[in-house]
């Protein structure tokens, strides 16, 4: 087979003859009792050299066969020779955290050390440890002898839960020559794969006795960089894959979205049958009946999300055991939405898909690997709800639920029975006008001279007050919200701020308000702004509009633009001119920075109006387009650091 050809490369060297007994009866097997220890060390490229590390050998083998009870196994297979640059690559890989819930589930290690000078040092099975970091427990082995300049080989095989379908990211922090996977299955099993964010070479083989194998390589992997405005996860290069078929009982394509949907149908409707009474008590209890859909719908999510937690690590229960504890699974607290739903007659359809950041939903590759994440959608309202998530409601799903394609599964009666409907469809963005965080700045001189002041205002809708909003309706206590006042305050203006009598509006989430525009307003003076030169003065407009993020490349674009939300910045300030002053500079003001399209989809434009004495700007910032590819990164980098050059812009107040 091919990759046995790949395993020989490095293999070479001193022979390690130990047979492992003990080892399962997989492909994987093979390798490890036919390992060769290679002392000569890779010889890297110039671009290489430059990196912390280089990952010289990359195999992962997923092989489903059966264990010695008889029963469906699923094991994993990992084989890695990696070359160690600098003190960051050796930071990176001198403990090696393996992917393994129980020790129990590790069927055999070895992670060796290869020095510049060829000594091999070596460590197996006995030295995995155990950490807890944060809550959670992990399996590390570290790696003596691991120096600046030597290369790390580690061969691991474990078992794991053998679902049958998945997902692995193929991409790491450093660079790969060549990277494989290769899922291995008894021959009546077929599997299938897709590789996302790079070209790779996908081949079947079923010359081994009784076994197919499904081989994927990417080859020149570059690293993972963190870029501004990119959904990273997303981005990066992983294999998909599902089983397709099971050849020995017909050839009916297995997980697919039409058994998606009745899956997730009799799921999420399972007990309900035998907690009708319950349900329709609740829905009584809260006078839900008899309500207007969108009125009802509001009060149901609002009860739930007042009263009732999100437990993550509970059974999925039925949608009475949920009322009765006051908490539930996600699973658990869909169903208590879906009995609710389903006894108020209100009609919906179930969405199941996955966050953008983490993944684009392929409507073409019907792998349950996008099914992870839960939404309601009304079709009379054309509306979504979150049913899980407390920083949402009715009618606005967080920004990366949106601009994906998801399974929808929907209902359809039949006599007295209920059966599921599917289709996959897109979830379309919110506008720039539904998201927007606009400023008003109302300032004058002092008679001095020495100081701005006057009252700014900050009003934001849609996604960007469900970035603040929430807050406040959690946080209640007095003081801690005046300590959430000035924090957003600071993020508003200059450092050296003075603010007084700061008011906030529309905070309640379980009210009208959460469709509001969410108000913060505080008086404000301001010194850093002016500067006096002789008789002038120094008068920093640009920076009313507080600080502004800036965008420099360190390297080559990786990762197609992604802004999270299309959205608008409307800035309005009106400065009152001392009198017998005149303004220079004012032409200054003036930008007109867009894409260059006849209609913009996005841009920085500003302008001014000087009558009586009152100055007024008016500055426009819109990114109407949320997902933009590479080639626009460098007009995208100009609009973004519009801002920030304006915050540059200073008039001169001279005396008539």
């Not at 959904?231 to 979205?257: C, E, I, M």
């Not at 929907?410 to 400023?439: A, C, F, M, W």
């Not at 009208?512 to 505080?522: G, H, L």
Request: aromatic share 10%; net charge neutral; charged share 25%.
């Amino acid at each position: 087979m091919k990759y046995t050809l790949l395993v020989a490369v490095w293999l070479i060297g001193a022979a390690s003859q130990a047979q492992n007994a003990n080892l399962p009866a997989v492909e994987f097997s093979k390798l490890i009792n036919s390992q060769r220890v290679a002392s000569e060390l890779a010889k890297l490229t110039e671009a290489e050299q430059k990196e912390s590390g280089v990952l010289l050998l990359n195999q992962n083998f997923i092989e489903y066969a059966f264990d010695s009870s008889g029963a469906l196994a699923c094991y994993q297979g990992v084989l890695k020779r990696i070359r160690i640059n600098d003190s960051k690559g050796l930071e990176m890989y001198n403990k090696i955290v393996l992917p393994v819930p129980n020790t129990n589930d590790l069927v055999y290690l070895k992670a060796r050390s290869i020095a510049a000078n060829g000594t091999v040092k070596e460590v197996g099975l006995e030295a995995v440890k155990e950490i807890e970091e944060q809550g959670r427990i992990y399996k590390i082995v570290a790696v003596e002898g691991l120096e600046i300049g030597g290369e790390l080989e580690y061969i691991s095989l474990f078992k794991r839960q053998g679902a049958l379908f998945g997902s692995e990211l193929l991409q790491t922090d450093i660079p790969a020559r060549a990277t494989e996977l290769c899922i291995i299955s008894p021959n009546y099993l077929e599997f299938e794969a897709k590789i996302y964010n790079s070209e790779a070479v996908i081949d079947i083989d079923t010359t081994i006795a009784g076994k197919r194998t499904l081989q994927l390589v990417v080859k020149d992997l570059l690293p993972i960089y963190e870029e501004k405005y990119a959904t990273l996860k997303a981005n990066l290069v992983r294999a998909d894959y599902k089983l397709s078929y099971n050849l020995s009982r017909g050839t009916d394509r297995l997980y697919s979205w039409e058994e998606a949907s009745e899956t997730f149908f009799n799921y999420l409707q399972m007990g309900t049958g035998t907690t009708d009474k319950a349900i329709q008590a609740f829905v009584v209890q809260q006078k839900l009946k008899g309500l207007p859909p969108e009125i009802a719908i509001k009060k149901l999510e609002n009860y739930i999300k007042t009263n009732l937690a999100l437990k993550e690590d509970a059974e999925p229960e039925p949608a009475a055991d949920v009322l009765s504890k006051k908490y539930g699974s996600k699973a658990g607290l869909v169903r208590l939405y879906v009995a609710a739903l389903d006894a108020l007659n209100i009609s919906y359809e179930l969405v199941v898909g996955c966050n953008r950041n983490n993944a684009v939903f392929d409507k073409d590759f019907d792998s349950w690997s996008f099914l992870d994440e839960y939404l309601l959608y009304f079709p009379d309202t054309r509306k979504y709800l979150d049913p899980t998530n407390q920083m949402y409601r009715y009618g606005m799903i967080d920004q990366y639920s949106e601009g994906n394609y998801a399974l929808f599964v929907g209902t359809k009666k039949q006599g007295k029975t209920s059966e599921p409907t599917v289709s996959v469809r897109y979830i379309p963005l919110s506008k720039s006008s539904e998201n927007h965080d606009d400023l008003t700045a109302d300032m004058a001189f002092s008679p001095a001279m020495e100081q701005l002041q006057g009252k700014v205002t900050r009003t934001m809708k849609g996604q960007t007050a469900a970035q603040i909003r929430p807050i406040y309706h959690f946080v209640k206590a007095e003081e801690e919200r005046k300590a959430l006042n000035v924090e957003i305050v600071k993020s508003t203006l200059k450092p050296d701020a003075v603010f007084t009598n700061i008011e906030i509006k529309n905070t309640n989430l379980n009210s009208e308000e959460v469709n509001k525009p969410f108000v913060i307003s505080t008086d404000v003076s301001l010194k850093s702004v002016i500067e006096r030169a002789g008789k002038k003065y120094l008068f920093k407009v640009g920076e009313l509009i507080g600080p502004q993020v800036e965008m420099y490349n360190e390297r080559p674009r990786q990762s197609n633009i992604d802004m999270g939300n299309a959205h608008s910045y409307e800035r309005i300030l009106r400065i009152k001119i001392p009198q017998g002053y005149k303004v220079n500079g004012l032409e200054d003001i003036k930008r007109n920075i867009t894409d260059g399209k006849a209609s913009p989809q996005m841009g920085f434009v500003s302008n001014y109006k000087l009558e009586n004495n009152l100055l007024t700007v008016n500055i426009n910032e819109f990114y109407n387009q949320v997902q933009l590819p590479m080639t626009d990164y460098t007009v995208f980098q100009k609009v973004i650091n519009a801002a920030a050059d304006f915050n540059k812009v200073t008039l001169v107040l001279e005396k008539l």
